[in-house]
């Protein structure tokens, strides 16, 4: 598997708490990464984009015609990419904890 480009999944993991529209996500997004991962609406767009296409995200219908904003949320394929790719990281976090703890201390 390769992983996710890390704008795409920071967007996934922004909308695993609620459907959302951009700049919500981009507000998540800053909050989730403690301000790491600053997001423009060109590449909030672009990576959009790309969900949509790949099946993950789906973009919600409005109840209210009036209403401008595009409303996005997680597809079945994308809860399930998000589960491999954190995954993924939880092996990582075990894994360098075990050789961190296994180093060789400095003389």
């Given at each position: 598997m ?26 998540q997004v ?12 060109a590449?909030?767009?672009?990576t959009?984009?790309q969900?949509?296409a790949s ?34 990281f939880?092996?990582s ?10 180093r060789?201390?400095?003389?």
């Amino acid at each position: 598997m390769e992983l996710l480009p890390q704008v795409a999944f920071s967007i996934l993991l922004a909308l695993s708490l609620q459907p959302r529209h951009g700049y919500e996500v981009m507000q998540q997004v800053n909050e989730d990464s403690s301000g790491k991962v600053k997001l423009g609406p060109a590449a909030l767009y672009t990576t959009i984009k790309q969900l949509l296409a790949s099946g993950f995200i789906e973009e919600v219908p409005r109840q209210d015609e009036a209403e401008r904003r595009r409303y996005y949320k997680l597809t079945k394929a994308g809860w399930d990419r998000l589960e491999q790719e954190l995954n993924y990281f939880r092996s990582s976090v075990k894994l360098s904890r075990k050789r961190f703890a296994d180093r060789p201390s400095e003389a």
